[in-house]
């Protein structure tokens, strides 16, 4: 599949309220073949809306957050949870940001700790994703326990894609993430031990699978969750009973359910394990990841005064770090077929990404090999550099080091959510949180948030928006 430019310019002019049909229409082999009613109801056939991704929409957002509300219910699937991670996941809205917003919204620190400490969960992936690159797509530790069952499909199998497989629950859940690209942490966490655990579908399966729908899709938080579930980056292997799912979702989908009594979860974690698994947990050697480097091209000081911004995936809205640090210099986001044909993004996410585009005042989008598009495109707009905003995504560190050959690249920094100078170890989160936790509760000191970004160049100063 390619993205041309009159098409991705349709997609760009299209209301956002028709974004996802036009992509629809303009896109048909990335549609998805219709799934089945499910016992909880819902139009199989209709496509349900995607939240705007424009940074309007994300304030507005931001702006209900109740951190104290949070930390009561987040476990519940009808919880007061924020919703903001499509956002934070596109660079729309910082991790900073979200945090000094929920600190501004409670009297003290520690009636924020819960929200602060989910938030410090994805700054933790992505410190690990920078750490291990493309390693976090296999296992990361041997699991913790052995399948008591042979080896199950490699494949997805048809009754899970189909949202079909008999379990009420299970259906729904898929249902939910074909139809709206979003779940519960809860609900992703209960649909991950359910494949890996029990129907033994690797985790590298179902990881891809979630990723390609997920309008949040990041594989950082997305393959080390679901390391994390199968047992590969935890202590042991995440299981769920029935009980506990019926207590988070007020028994919606146990109490009318004719497996009630004799389901794939049911009974207590002795007797999941015993089922489930072929010895108690085994005991590995503590793992130790050593914290990465900082992510730098230009080690001796960029001298780029007009650079075209690079837009990538992490960083789509006009606050995001590089084009904040250098407000006038053009953009430019490049779909890379490398990127389509690993992750066959669906229509969703699709739609929620050109959302994010189309709100960044003149920003150019192209197809191509961003090792050849950006430097190309750079010298045509008379820029002396390009700069792009601090990721860990090996693809965009590898295009960005090419690009470096060539033009000076200047990476620019997020503002900083915590202080990350005494971690020495990010073998486990907990560990992690311990370092960081003192400085993740305190709002961004106003310096930092007038501080020019990039360290090594000559931003122009930041603007608040
Ligand atoms: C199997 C599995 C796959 C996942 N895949 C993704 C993914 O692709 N993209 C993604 O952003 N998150 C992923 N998560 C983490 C988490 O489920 C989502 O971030 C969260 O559910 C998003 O909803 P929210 O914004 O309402 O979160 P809230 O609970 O309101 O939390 C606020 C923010 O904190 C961060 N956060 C919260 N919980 C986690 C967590 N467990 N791990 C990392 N960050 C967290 C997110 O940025 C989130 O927006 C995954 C979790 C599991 C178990």
Redesign the pocket.
């Known amino acids: 599949m390619a993205l041309d430019d009159a098409t991705i310019d349709s997609i760009l002019r299209a209301p956002p309220a028709d974004r996802l049909t036009t992509l629809a229409r303009l896109l048909p082999e990335s549609v998805d073949p219709p799934i089945p009613s499910t016992a909880s109801g819902g139009d199989p056939r209709s496509l349900a809306a995607v939240p705007r991704g424009d940074r309007r929409t994300a304030l507005d957002a931001l702006a209900a957050i109740d951190p104290v509300e949070?930390a009561r219910t987040?476990n519940h699937v009808g919880g007061a949870?924020?919703?903001?991670?499509p956002w934070?996941?596109h660079g729309v809205l910082s991790l900073a940001e979200?945090r000094d917003a929920a600190l501004a919204r409670v009297g003290r620190p520690d009636y924020a700790e819960k929200?602060v400490a989910?938030?410090a969960?994805?700054d933790y992936?992505r410190q690990v994703h920078a750490a291990l690159g493309n390693r976090i797509f296999t296992d990361v530790e041997s699991p913790a326990a052995a399948a008591r069952s042979a080896v199950g499909p490699a494949a997805m199998p048809a009754d899970v894609l189909t949202a079909s497989t008999g379990m009420p629950c299970i259906d729904a859940f898929v249902q939910r993430l074909l139809l709206t690209g979003r779940?519960?942490?809860h609900e992703?966490?209960w649909l991950?031990s359910w494949l890996v655990h029990v129907r033994r579908v690797p985790w590298r399966t179902g990881a891809d699978w979630?990723?390609r729908h997920?309008i949040?899709?990041?594989p950082a938080?997305?393959h080390l969750?679901?390391q994390?579930?199968a047992g590969t980056f935890s202590a042991k292997p995440y299981v769920f009973n029935r009980e506990n799912l019926q207590a988070y979702t007020n028994g919606s989908h146990c109490t009318p359910c004719r497996l009630l009594g004799h389901c794939d979860v049911e009974g207590s974690y002795d007797d999941l394990h015993a089922r489930l698994f072929a010895a108690p947990v085994v005991a590995r050697p503590p793992l130790r990841i050593p914290p990465p480097p900082a992510w730098r091209l230009a080690p001796g000081g960029s001298t780029s005064t007009r650079p075209l911004v690079w837009l990538t995936l992490d960083s789509i809205a006009s606050t995001s770090p590089a084009a904040a640090a250098f407000p006038d210099a053009p953009r430019l986001f490049v779909f890379d077929p490398a990127w389509f044909a690993a992750e066959r993004p669906s229509l969703k996410r699709l739609a929620f990404i050109f959302d994010c585009l189309a709100d960044v005042p003149d920003a150019a989008v192209a197809w191509g090999d961003p090792r050849v598009i950006v430097p190309k495109r750079a010298r045509a707009g008379g820029c002396n550099g390009v700069a792009v905003a601090d990721t860990p995504c090996p693809r965009v560190r590898a295009s960005a080091a090419a690009i470096a050959a060539d033009l000076p690249v200047v990476v620019v920094e997020p503002t900083r959510f915590c202080d990350r100078s005494r971690v020495d170890d990010l073998g486990r989160f907990s560990r992690y949180w311990n370092r960081i936790r003192s400085t993740a509760l305190r709002p961004t000191p106003q310096a930092d948030l007038e501080r020019p970004a990039v360290p090594d160049g000559r931003p122009q100063p930041r603007r608040s928006g």
């Open positions: 949070y987040r949870v924020t919703g903001l991670s934070i996941r979200v929200l989910e938030l969960w994805r992936w779940l519960h942490n992703r966490m991950a979630f990723l997920l949040d899709g990041d938080s997305n969750s679901w994390w579930v």
